[in-house]
């Protein structure tokens, strides 16, 4: 397998890297930064589980391969927190007790991330199709959908104090 070089910021830290040109950046993530909060669920794109924000955008990191992510930005789950502060769209997962397993649980939370830092007053329409492109095993998903209203208005009261 051919291997190329390439450059990537992850949570702020620049890296370069010589990868093979079909690992994937969930595959660098979990495996060569040791991020595991990015999860490996179905390695095909379809359940959400390693959702990242790369330049801004969710991706499923699963699928996308080095000539898409060379020279990107990449924010994980574990860049979203300070220290021990926790990011609002985390804590509203917490208390609104949509954590079940956890396994899910950081594709959601990227994707609200990258939903509302491009449109903070999203509709429940926007929301509800961000959230439909997750699998969640455990719950029904009403209380992510109650964390994710809960995230907003955080992050509303947050930027209007």
């Not at 179905?42 to 801004?56: D, I, K, L, R």
């Not at 007053?121 to 492109?133: H, M, Q, R, S």
Request: charged letters at 25%.
């Amino acid at each position: 397998m051919a291997k190329i070089n390439v450059k990537l910021t992850v949570n702020g830290i620049q890296h370069e890297l010589t990868v093979d040109e079909k690992e994937t950046l969930m595959e660098i993530l979990r495996d060569r930064l040791h991020l595991t909060g990015t999860k490996n669920a179905c390695a095909y794109g379809a359940c959400g589980a390693c959702t990242v924000v790369m330049n801004n955008e969710a991706v499923r990191s699963c699928i996308v391969k080095p000539d898409k992510y060379n020279e990107k930005v990449v924010l994980t789950i574990e860049g979203i927190s300070e220290g021990f502060d926790l990011h609002p769209i985390q804590e509203a997962f917490i208390e609104a007790g949509a954590i079940q397993c956890g396994y899910c649980t950081p594709g959601f939370v990227m994707s609200l991330y990258a939903l509302f830092n491009s449109n903070l007053n999203a509709t429940d329409e926007e929301i509800k199709e961000v959230l439909e492109k997750h699998i969640c095993r455990c719950t029904g998903y009403e209380f992510i959908w109650d964390a994710a209203k809960l995230a907003q208005k955080k992050l509303q009261d947050k930027s209007n104090p």
